[in-house]
């Protein structure tokens, strides 16, 4: 695979912690001048993926969130391809280890505080897949470490399937993507499968993944569905782009709850110029999702 550079505006480095006397990795993309108390955006992979695959993946999309808003973008590796998330049916090695991955991530956001001078209280979590189920911990353990979550083709376990050691309530900015096709989430919620071989178990909807969000951050109104905004970065619907459904939630002083339906939609981040027709079905370049979540998190520069 060719290699994804850095925009013209960031540089990129490989930097190195060890967490408990475990190696942890992650790849830093941040602009080159750095300014002080630039905001942080911390991706993590999905399933069998790596910092580099997923930057391959996603056409460096997040990349160019540091060039654009001046973040500084991590993505973080997991145990052996898999992350230690939010769901008791899985039997990755990072769970069957109890890899600390809360840890893991607390360790990096103080790292890049200390040695990059990042802005602690701006720090945004973004995860696809597995990544996103491991977000969805992190909003329940260590949500007063997070300005707000951005989850992708992952949505909320049921009940019984539900992991987070603590749970701490602290509202944030939250927006999720799922697409209508996903053959490995299903959209209308049931057993999480990978081509029938791995089970994560028992999955809610998105839109009662989006609910359930919106009432723990102490919202009681329902939400307002319609087409997508034309916004600056949302692909106008057609014959040849999937039509892009938004749900809001938003209730003053609440922070806002925002779903992304993309219909047809498959498993996978959907990045401008970049089709997928496998069984994981299909993206048809109707959302520009490192965009989207650049928008949301307000991280335009000031």
Known sequence: MRAVRAPSGAVARRETLDIGGLRRTFTVVRPDPLRANAPVVLVFHGAYQNATTFRLATRGAFDRVADTSGAIVAYLNSH?????????????????????????????????????????????????????????????????RLAGAAVISAAQP?????????????????????????????????????????????????????????????????????????????????????????????????????????????HAVPTPGWTLGSFLGQDRRSLDSAGVIEDFFGLARR
């Open 80 to 144: 052996r391809g898999h992350w230690n998330d939010a769901r008791v049916e899985t039997s990755f090695a990072a769970r069957t280890a109890d890899v600390d991955d809360i840890a893991f991530t607390t360790a990096a956001v103080d790292h890049l505080v200390q040695r990059h001078a990042a802005d602690p209280t701006r720090v945004h979590a973004v995860g696809f897949s597995n990544g996103g189920y491991l977000v969805f911990r992190l909003l329940h353990e260590i949500p007063d």
């Open 158 to 266: 049921a009940a019984g399937n539900f992991a987070p050691h603590t749970s701490r309530l602290h509202p944030l900015p939250t927006l999720i993507i799922h697409g209508t096709g996903d053959r490995v989430v299903p959209y209308a919620g049931g057993r999480v499968s990978l081509g029938g071989r791995h089970s994560g178990g028992q999955c809610v909807s998105a839109r009662d993944t989006a609910e359930y969000y919106a009432r723990r951050n102490g919202m009681n109104v329902g939400a307002t569905t319609g087409r997508a905004a034309p916004v600056r970065r949302a692909y106008s619907t057609g014959s040849r782009h999937t039509p892009v459904e938004y749900t809001e939630y938003r209730q003053h002083p609440h922070p806002p709850v925002v779903l992304y339906t993309v219909h047809g939609g498959g």
